[in-house]
């Protein structure tokens, strides 16, 4: 029974670059959040999405940030022009959904922004 | 604005000493849930807890939530080197899309 599953595990790019993020979800979960976590900060929420339905994005940065979660296929969490402000660990979690709300999170992709 | 607190924010104890973690928030949450994360890795849930005033027991820790389900405690019973790491509580937000997680307590058990 496969968790939650990330990848890459890790992500190196230069300035400007894209960083795609992938996150397959826990079998059976429709319901995909993704958190950051800037190095010594908490996890902080940018989106939550269902089968290709964006619920909340009210944690998303207003530009260069977008995230996806098509009907086949993992999720996508797509930052364009990075910056080396955007380094940090980038966790997805799942849920089964419709009033079951208990987060399971995958091991992460740590984006390091040269 | 952070809406948990956590503390201590760091704690070293030798093994086998008893210790608890406390969670504290101004605002009521339905849903509050314990992880803990090693280095590297993503959060893994320790427990959830929903009801005010609920105890729940796994082997040595013990969580409670508090009965205004604003505050929330994990003890942990003989700690050892096992137990060591971060330690994070996380309250559903009122719209229940997401959690907002404490600032986290990095626990270190000496052997």
């Known amino acids: 029974n496969a968790g939650v599953m990330q990848n890459p595990r890790h992500l190196v790019r230069r300035r400007g670059q894209e960083a795609r993020l992938r996150c397959s979800p826990m079998?059976?979960?429709?319901?995909v959040y993704w958190y950051r976590q800037l190095p010594e900060e908490g996890l902080k929420f940018m989106v939550y999405?269902?089968?290709?339905?964006?619920?909340?994005e009210s944690g998303m940065p207003k530009e260069r940030f977008s995230a996806e979660f098509p009907k086949e296929g993992p999720s996508i969490l797509r930052i364009q022009q990075v910056v080396r402000g955007d380094s940090a660990a980038y966790f997805c979690?799942?849920?089964?959904?419709?009033?079951?709300?208990?987060?399971?999170f995958g091991p992460g992709t740590r984006l390091l922004v040269l | 604005t952070q809406l948990l607190e956590q503390s201590p924010q760091f704690l070293s104890i030798q093994e086998g000493e008893n210790l608890t973690v406390y969670c504290n928030s101004s605002?009521?949450?339905?849903?509050l849930q314990w992880y803990r994360q090693e280095p590297g890795e993503g959060p893994v849930l320790l427990v959830t807890?929903?009801?005010?005033?609920e105890v729940k027991k796994l082997k040595r820790l013990t969580f409670q939530f508090g009965d205004a389900r604003k505050d929330s405690s994990l003890h942990i019973t003989a700690a050892q080197p096992g137990d060591t790491g971060l330690y994070l509580c996380a309250g559903l937000s009122p719209s229940g899309n997401q959690f907002y997680f404490g600032t986290g307590t990095s626990l270190t058990v000496i052997p």
């Open positions: 807890v929903v009801t005010g005033g």
């Open positions: 605002s009521v949450f339905s849903s």
């Open positions: 979690a799942s849920s089964l959904g419709q009033g079951q709300k208990t987060q399971y």
């Open positions: 999405l269902q089968k290709e339905n964006i619920i909340d």
């Open positions: 079998k059976g979960h429709s319901h």
